[in-house]
């Protein structure tokens, strides 16, 4: 069972470094997300700092939401997500396997290049600090719940804008709590509770996300 | 026992058995209504802080309240629908989605013209009317997700459980925009709890809820008839029925 | 060993069958036949547990195969429209990833040799997206060869194969049903198959 989590990882993984230039496009949308704000808003670095924990968490939101296409859609298309589905083992682990490739080709890259962010936003230290615990802890529910929206709508011819409209209120809480920790942390606060409430529901969507996502992929094979 | 289940919730069943019920549900909560609207908005004590213009939460809280109570009916008959694979439950789920943000649209609403005299503007971030704002998308999302999916089985299927992702969903995003509202806006005063409520509020309060579940139990039941002729429309019950008319 | 119960499928409220039941022994080979839109991928689908029939169950070793499924997938394989390959991966890995869906871990010589009977023999590391669509079938088969399962289910299997790879998929089958195993298949080539075959006619509501 773990063989069979871990093979099907590597492929995935395998697979998109196959393909660097796809990789980029979350990382480089997000960067440029983030970009347009000081030039809509104001470049004064007092206003930045207000609004980037949001501006930035909005960012990862959007970036991550796009790239979740590539979760199932391939597979979808070429006939593996049947033969998945067809495997001896427990779907769920292969579900969570696929996540754990999406997270480190989109979630994990955000994280890293999230510190830069910071620095364009005028954020202290400390508060980009936050922002990288906030991100680590955060973008992996991001997948996990990403992932049943996707497995509901991968079927659907464009999709993409029925997905965000079912996905992104399920977001919510990630966002507030993400963004509010950065923003606490800015003004030098404690972020204990708010980190420990992403931990919980990172927690709860590890285990109820995989199990959910299988039936919905059952769902959608059986039309 | 399985088998009365099953034959209890065919739609043909359904069919001949609710068209009494409805008579019943939408007269009283037609009687109800009047009467707590009445009691409501000519018998209940004027607030002293608020005036005439808190009489809108004898609309605002039943709806709101119902815009919780449809979606667990949404997402409990979904999850009969998925596992024990009951279409009658899948109906009802569908045929409440649209009520249900009805109502979610009436308590916004209402609210926010409640919100014009007490805050000055039509909209504040108020705690709860965010959490409703949230769960008008989450019927939005099901209702589009629902007419997206051709195949009318896995539309209910697919939607269904995003009702009941939801439905686990809807505690934490709640506590979320509480906790997110009490840090934004301090303890400022929320007037959609109070404390305690004067009798006279309270009785007209709790008939108009009565009267709401009443009509959305018939407005259900029409619904989920409506689309019990619509999907079993190929199938011999429906057209036998179509032939004696 | 297989068993079909009173199957009903409806497809966008078209009745495609209703009590439809069959049954596949050990070495058996089991044709479904019908006209385009009969059904018969609908069927396949059924069968393998991907889409749930509106009514009846499929049985595997008595067992209902949606309450059973590790069993049932543990033995059976099954092979539908789409190729299922990868074109940024290589054939070998390609075959690699599917026999690692099934827990099957073998060696690279292994999988040569099932890739040389195919007809893929020096294509190993050539990536999936430079093959030819019949070749792509190809790999498909090195899978179902290499799958160990006693059951193949087989959707449309000759659909882009040459007529080298048309006989290599009848004695494929030949050498199965040998071996003791069971194919239920569909097609709309003619299958020349020299051995005793069952079929089941879609459409018509009757068995062959």
Same mark, same amino acid.
Request: glycine letters at 6%.
């Given at each position: 069972?773990?063989?069979?989590?871990?093979?099907?990882?590597?492929?995935? @993984?395998?697979?998109?470094?196959?393909?660097?230039?796809?990789?980029?496009?979350?990382?480089?949308?997000?960067?440029?997300?983030?970009?347009?704000?000081?030039?809509?808003?104001?470049?004064?670095?007092?206003?930045?700092?207000?609004?980037?924990?949001?501006?930035?968490?909005?960012?990862?939101? *959007?970036?991550?939401?796009?790239?979740?296409?590539?979760?199932?859609?391939?597979?979808?298309?070429?006939?593996?997500?049947?033969?998945?589905?067809?495997?001896?083992?427990?779907?769920?682990?292969?579900?969570?396997?696929?996540?754990?490739?999406?997270?480190?080709?989109?979630?994990?890259?955000?994280?890293?290049?999230?510190?830069?962010?910071?620095?364009?936003?005028?954020?202290?230290?400390?508060?980009?600090?936050? *922002?990288?615990?906030?991100?680590?802890?955060?973008?992996?529910?991001?997948? *996990?719940?990403?992932?049943?929206?996707?497995?509901?709508?991968?079927?659907?011819?464009?999709?993409?804008?029925? @997905?965000? @409209?079912?996905? @992104?209120? *399920?977001?919510?809480?990630?966002?507030?709590?993400?963004?509010?920790?950065?923003?606490?942390?800015?003004?030098?606060?404690?972020?204990?509770?708010?980190?420990?409430?992403?931990?919980?529901?990172?927690?709860?969507?590890?285990?109820?996300?995989?199990?959910?996502?299988?039936?919905?992929?059952?769902?959608?094979?059986?039309? | 026992?399985?088998?009365?289940?099953?034959?209890?919730?065919?739609?043909?069943?359904?069919?001949?058995?609710?068209?009494?019920?409805?008579?019943?549900?939408?007269?009283?909560?037609?009687?109800?209504?009047?009467?707590?609207?009445?009691?409501?908005?000519?018998?209940?004590?004027?607030?002293?802080?608020?005036?005439?213009? %808190?009489?809108?939460?004898?609309?605002?809280?039943?709806?709101?309240?119902?815009?919780?109570?449809?979606?667990?009916?949404?997402?409990?008959?979904?999850?009969?629908?998925?596992?024990?694979?009951?279409?009658?439950?899948?109906?009802?789920?569908?045929?409440?989605?649209?009520?249900?943000?009805?109502?979610?649209?009436?308590?916004? #609403?209402?609210?926010?013209?409640?919100?014009?005299?007490?805050?000055?503007?039509?909209? $504040?971030?108020?705690?709860?009317?965010?959490?409703?704002?949230?769960?008008?998308?989450?019927?939005?999302?099901?209702?589009?997700?629902?007419?997206?999916?051709?195949?009318?089985?896995?539309?209910?299927?697919?939607?269904?459980?995003?009702?009941?992702?939801? $439905? #686990?969903?809807?505690?934490?995003?709640?506590?979320?925009?509480?906790?997110?509202?009490?840090?934004?806006?301090?303890?400022?005063?929320?007037?959609?709890?109070?404390?305690?409520?004067?009798?006279?509020?309270?009785?007209?309060?709790?008939?108009?809820?009565?009267?709401?579940?009443?009509? %959305?139990?018939?407005?259900?039941?029409?619904?989920?008839?409506?689309?019990?002729?619509?999907?079993?429309?190929?199938?011999?019950?429906?057209?036998?029925?179509?032939?004696?008319? | 060993?297989?068993?079909?119960?009173?199957?009903?499928? !409806?497809? +966008?409220?078209?009745?495609?069958?209703?009590?439809?039941?069959?049954?596949?022994?050990?070495?058996?080979?089991?044709?479904?036949?019908?006209?385009?839109?009969?059904?018969?991928?609908?069927?396949?689908?059924?069968?393998?547990?991907?889409?749930?029939?509106? =009514?009846?169950?499929?049985?595997?070793?008595?067992?209902?195969?949606?309450?059973?499924?590790?069993?049932?997938? =543990?033995?059976? !394989?099954?092979?539908?429209?789409?190729?299922?390959?990868?074109?940024?991966?290589?054939?070998?890995?390609? !075959?690699?990833?599917?026999?690692?869906?099934?827990?099957?871990?073998?060696?690279?010589?292994?999988?040569?040799?099932?890739?040389?009977?195919?007809?893929?023999?020096?294509?190993? +590391? !050539?990536?999936?997206?430079?093959?030819?669509?019949?070749?792509?079938?190809?790999?498909?088969?090195?899978?179902?060869?290499?799958?160990?399962?006693?059951?193949?289910?087989?959707?449309?299997?000759?659909?882009?194969? +040459?007529?080298?790879?048309?006989?290599?998929?009848?004695?494929?089958?030949?050498?199965?049903?040998? =071996?003791?195993?069971?194919?239920?298949?569909?097609?709309?080539?003619?299958?020349?198959?020299?051995?005793?075959?069952?079929?089941?006619?879609?459409?018509?509501?009757?068995?062959?």
């Amino acid at each position: 069972m773990l063989k069979a989590y871990y093979h099907l990882l590597i492929r995935d @993984l395998r697979l998109a470094l196959r393909s660097r230039h796809e990789l980029a496009n979350p990382l480089i949308f997000f960067v440029l997300v983030v970009t347009l704000f000081p030039l809509a808003v104001t470049p004064t670095p007092d206003a930045l700092q207000t609004m980037a924990p949001g501006v930035i968490w909005v960012s990862a939101l *959007l970036a991550v939401l796009l790239s979740l296409d590539r979760l199932f859609k391939l597979d979808y298309e070429d006939g593996s997500l049947d033969q998945l589905m067809l495997s001896p083992n427990p779907l769920m682990i292969l579900v969570l396997a696929k996540v754990t490739a999406h997270w480190f080709l989109t979630g994990l890259p955000l994280v890293i290049i999230a510190p830069l962010l910071g620095i364009f936003m005028s954020l202290p230290a400390e508060a980009v600090i936050v *922002l990288i615990y906030s991100l680590l802890l955060g973008t992996p529910v991001l997948s *996990l719940v990403g992932a049943i929206g996707v497995s509901l709508t991968v079927a659907v011819n464009r999709g993409g804008v029925l @997905l965000s @409209l079912i996905i @992104l209120p *399920l977001y919510i809480p990630i966002l507030i709590f993400g963004a509010n920790a950065v923003d606490v942390a800015a003004d030098g606060l404690p972020v204990t509770g708010q980190l420990l409430f992403l931990g919980a529901v990172l927690a709860l969507a590890l285990s109820l996300a995989p199990l959910a996502t299988s039936v919905a992929l059952r769902i959608t094979a059986s039309r | 026992m399985w088998h009365w289940i099953q034959r209890f919730s065919s739609p043909k069943h359904f069919y001949g058995m609710s068209a009494p019920l409805i008579k019943w549900f939408s007269v009283s909560a037609l009687l109800l209504g009047v009467y707590g609207l009445y009691l409501g908005l000519f018998v209940a004590p004027t607030d002293y802080q608020q005036g005439e213009s %808190y009489r809108i939460i004898f609309i605002h809280v039943p709806a709101a309240w119902m815009s919780m109570f449809v979606y667990m009916v949404m997402a409990v008959s979904s999850g009969i629908g998925i596992i024990w694979q009951i279409r009658l439950a899948d109906m009802v789920a569908a045929a409440s989605a649209p009520i249900g943000a009805s109502f979610a649209f009436v308590a916004l #609403v209402t609210g926010s013209l409640w919100g014009k005299p007490m805050w000055g503007a039509y909209w $504040v971030w108020d705690a709860r009317l965010t959490s409703e704002l949230i769960l008008l998308f989450l019927y939005l999302g099901y209702m589009a997700l629902q007419s997206a999916i051709e195949d009318q089985r896995s539309a209910d299927k697919a939607s269904g459980l995003l009702a009941i992702v939801g $439905v #686990v969903n809807i505690p934490i995003i709640h506590y979320s925009v509480e906790w997110w509202n009490t840090l934004h806006q301090g303890a400022t005063v929320t007037k959609f709890d109070k404390p305690s409520m004067h009798i006279d509020m309270l009785i007209p309060l709790l008939l108009m809820a009565v009267a709401f579940k009443l009509f %959305y139990a018939a407005l259900v039941l029409v619904r989920t008839r409506n689309e019990a002729l619509y999907r079993d429309r190929n199938r011999r019950w429906v057209r036998e029925l179509v032939e004696r008319l | 060993m297989f068993e079909a119960k009173s199957l009903e499928c !409806v497809r +966008d409220d078209r009745l495609l069958f209703n009590d439809l039941s069959f049954a596949v022994a050990e070495s058996e080979v089991l044709q479904i036949e019908g006209a385009n839109g009969s059904g018969k991928t609908s069927l396949l689908r059924i069968l393998c547990g991907l889409r749930l029939p509106e =009514a009846g169950q499929v049985l595997w070793q008595e067992e209902s195969i949606i309450s059973n499924r590790e069993d049932y997938y =543990a033995s059976m !394989v099954y092979i539908g429209h789409l190729p299922c390959v990868k074109g940024d991966l290589t054939v070998l890995e390609n !075959v690699r990833s599917l026999l690692d869906t099934r827990s099957l871990s073998l060696s690279n010589e292994q999988i040569e040799v099932a890739l040389a009977k195919v007809g893929l023999a020096s294509y190993e +590391d !050539v990536p999936g997206k430079a093959l030819s669509s019949g070749q792509r079938r190809r790999i498909l088969l090195a899978f179902i060869e290499l799958s160990q399962a006693k059951l193949w289910i087989l959707d449309e299997p000759l659909t882009a194969l +040459d007529v080298q790879g048309v006989t290599l998929m009848e004695s494929m089958i030949m050498e199965h049903k040998q =071996a003791g195993g069971s194919v239920v298949f569909t097609t709309h080539h003619g299958m020349q198959l020299e051995c005793e075959m069952s079929s089941v006619q879609l459409g018509r509501r009757s068995r062959g």
